[in-house]
């Protein structure tokens, strides 16, 4: 691993964007659930916290993730150039932790990319 440097995201009952533009890099790039509350204060307690990627790279290649917070949601790319994204809540707060670890290369294994 080359590098590596982390962020945190947080929403409270709304959405919170956010996005990222470096030169071009080999890495992956990982979200977390660091921390819900959820009020509890309605007559229906429907909540939710979710996450929204789009992953560029040099050549112009976009992907878009959509995932839920019950799980660590991760994606990697080689020419890696920004990502951009959303943190979702409703009747909640979350708190998400942004890893991004840089590498020589990435590949593709079993659908995921993975670091080599």
Same mark, same amino acid.
């Given at each position: 691993?080359? =590098?590596?440097?982390? !962020?945190?995201?947080? @929403?409270? /009952?709304? $959405? ?5 533009? &470096?030169?071009?890099? +080999? ?22 916290? =979710?996450?929204?990627? !789009?992953?560029?790279? @040099?050549? /112009?290649? $976009? ?5 839920? &917070?019950?799980?660590? +949601? ?43």
């Amino acid at each position: 691993m080359d =590098s590596q440097w982390s !962020t945190e995201v947080q @929403a409270w /009952g709304y $959405t919170q964007s956010f996005q990222y533009t &470096f030169p071009p890099e +080999s890495a992956i790039v990982q979200i977390s659930l660091s921390n819900r509350y959820d009020y509890d204060n309605w007559a229906v307690a429907l909540s939710y916290a =979710s996450a929204s990627f !789009t992953a560029m790279t @040099a050549d /112009g290649k $976009t992907t878009y993730l959509l995932e839920d &917070f019950g799980i660590t +949601s991760s994606f990697a790319a080689n020419n890696l150039t920004d990502f951009e994204g959303l943190l979702i809540t409703g009747n909640c707060y979350a708190q998400a932790i942004i890893n991004v670890f840089v590498w020589p290369s990435v590949y593709m294994s079993w659908g995921r990319e993975v670091g080599v």
